[in-house]
């Protein structure tokens, strides 16, 4: 199957620094990324699309300026919590689109995960 | 609106067969998700099955859909106790470009 990575699988910050998160397509072009977060009682929240060379598309109540979202290439899509407080502390997955089949009124598109990265900033 | 609702938990006994439910709103589904989520890790494509099928099996899986009812189900036979985890139930919408509505997640406990 396809294989995304995340980077740093964990970290822990203080209070007001900046945290950069990386997700790579391993093995394929994704034009399209989304960066999900996880709440303790277990369910996704998307946050924003993010789509390759044009600006990501935030969910509502989510702040563009505080979590930044850039998709420079078909392989790497980041976010970037700036000035992170205890409460952005959280589960952080992204995943990639990937088109695997059907047709062209029914295309099979699937989204592969990465591993997730924990933040806990103090 | 687009809405997919799961159970939150599920406990079976190693060696019986779970089922896990979701119903889902949107009738312009195409094609309908399993997702794995193991203690601390993504989520795992466990399989998907069509909008116009009924069934699908995948060895230890066997997915059904009731298109009328828009009920979605994933039974694991022979349940084993690394088969712990949350699983989501995912809808891909027609016209959506692929995007996909997420469940809240069926957390399985396996009991030896």
């Known amino acids: 199957g396809a294989v995304v990575s995340q980077h740093p699988s964990w970290v822990i910050c203080k209070s007001g620094t900046s945290v950069k998160i990386e997700c790579r397509s391993l093995?394929?072009?994704?034009?399209?990324m989304f960066w999900y977060r996880q709440f303790p009682k277990q369910s996704l929240m998307l946050m924003a699309t993010?789509?390759?060379?044009?600006?990501?598309?935030?969910e509502q109540g989510v702040e563009k300026d505080k979590f930044l979202i850039n998709h420079a290439s078909l392989t790497l899509s980041t976010l970037t919590v700036t000035s992170a407080h205890p409460e952005d502390s959280s589960f952080y997955i992204c995943?990639?689109?990937?088109?695997?089949?059907?047709?062209?009124?029914?295309?099979?598109?699937?989204?592969?995960f990465g591993p997730g990265t924990r933040l806990l900033v103090l | 609106g687009e809405d997919v609702e799961q159970s939150l938990f599920l406990s079976v006994r190693e060696g019986d067969s779970s089922v896990i439910n979701c119903t889902y709103t949107?009738?312009?589904?195409?094609?309908l998700y399993w997702y794995k989520q193991e203690p601390g890790a993504g989520l795992q494509l466990l399989t998907y099955?069509?909008?116009?099928?009924d069934m699908k099996q995948d060895q230890r899986l066997t997915v059904l859909l009731n298109k009328k009812d828009k009920h979605l189900s994933l039974r694991i036979a022979d349940t084993q106790t690394g088969d712990s985890a949350i699983y989501f139930c995912?809808?891909?919408?027609?016209?959506?470009?692929?995007?996909?509505?997420f469940g809240k997640g069926t957390k399985l406990s396996v009991k030896p």
């Open positions: 995943s990639a689109k990937r088109w695997a089949g059907g047709n062209g009124q029914n295309p099979l598109v699937t989204q592969y």
């Open positions: 093995d394929f072009q994704a034009t399209t």
């Open positions: 993010s789509n390759e060379g044009s600006k990501a598309t935030y």
């Open positions: 949107d009738s312009s589904s195409t094609y």
């Open positions: 099955i069509f909008s116009n099928m």
């Open positions: 995912a809808e891909s919408i027609r016209g959506s470009q692929g995007n996909l509505i």
